[in-house]
């Protein structure tokens, strides 16, 4: 079985396959065959012939680590890089779409596997949702960036760094005076996840960001002009 998965995975001596390499593989992985766990994990890790699902290729991971793997217990540890790399690829590229939906993937894997480690969503969840959050907005879904950002916050209440994109999805969603209170409610409190920057800093780079993206707001400029104001 994984032999014809490879065969249709490579395209040797018949039409390049990956549909049947996904069925081949899942079948060997069905009997317990840590190899085949392995392949068909690299399929959706990569997106051959399949929509790219970290989620997927974590649990096939997972299930081959838990057999005794050790090759897939290394790839275990090195997906969370890889996923976030491919996130941060697919946004440079202008595919915020995909980047979003990556995201939400990875963020629910994430999630459960907190959960079921710690028995309930913590602060790797909420990590995780303020990259959702950051990641929808580009995609120009407000809402969804403000949900996810008010939910990582009641996460980790402490982090003020999911805070930044709380702010940010208020603007875009023209709730001003919200957004404006916040933007203004920690001015130089620095973000010690964030290399300890202050907080204005941090703002200041993610306008840049989104007027590369052209996302623009008039708040934008009244709080950089206010903030200047009051620089020595």
């Known amino acids: 079985m994984i032999n014809l998965g490879n065969i249709y995975k490579s395209g040797e001596e018949v039409p390049q396959d990956y549909g049947q390499a996904q069925s081949w593989f899942g079948k060997a992985a ?21 929509r790219q699902d970290f ?4 649990e096939s991971y997972e299930k081959a680590a838990a057999a005794g793997d050790a090759e897939a217990a290394r790839a275990l540890v090195a ?21 979003l939906r990556m995201e939400e993937d990875w963020a629910r894997s994430i999630e459960a596997d907190e959960t079921k480690k710690a028995g309930k969503p913590g602060p ?10 950051w990641y929808a907005l580009f995609a120009h879904e407000f809402q969804h960036a403000l ?6 916050h009641s996460l980790d209440p402490a982090k003020l760094s999911l805070e930044t994109n709380h702010a940010h999805a208020l603007m875009f ?10 933007y203004f409610s920690h001015e130089d409190d620095p973000i010690p996840e964030g290399a300890n920057k202050p907080w204005r800093e941090v703002i200041a780079n993610d ?6 993206a052209g996302l623009v707001n008039s708040l934008m400029e009244e709080v950089e002009t206010a903030w200047a104001a009051k620089s020595p």
Not at 55 to 58: I, S
Not at 79 to 99: C, M, N
Not at 173 to 182: Q, S
């Open 124 to 133: 790797l969840t909420a990590g995780e949702l303020g990259n959702v959050s």
């Open 147 to 152: 949900d996810a950002a008010e939910r990582a």
């Open 207 to 212: 306008f840049a960001e989104f007027r590369k």
């Open 79 to 99: 997906l969370e890089g890889r996923a976030t790399r491919a996130i941060a690829a697919a946004h440079t590229q202008g595919r915020d779409a995909d980047a």
């Open 173 to 182: 969603l023209d709730r001003t005076e919200e957004a404006r209170a916040l």
């Open 30 to 50: 069905d009997r317990g065959n840590t190899l085949a766990m392995r392949d068909l994990a690299l399929l959706f890790e990569q997106g051959l012939g399949v």
């Open 55 to 58: 989620t997927k290729a974590r």
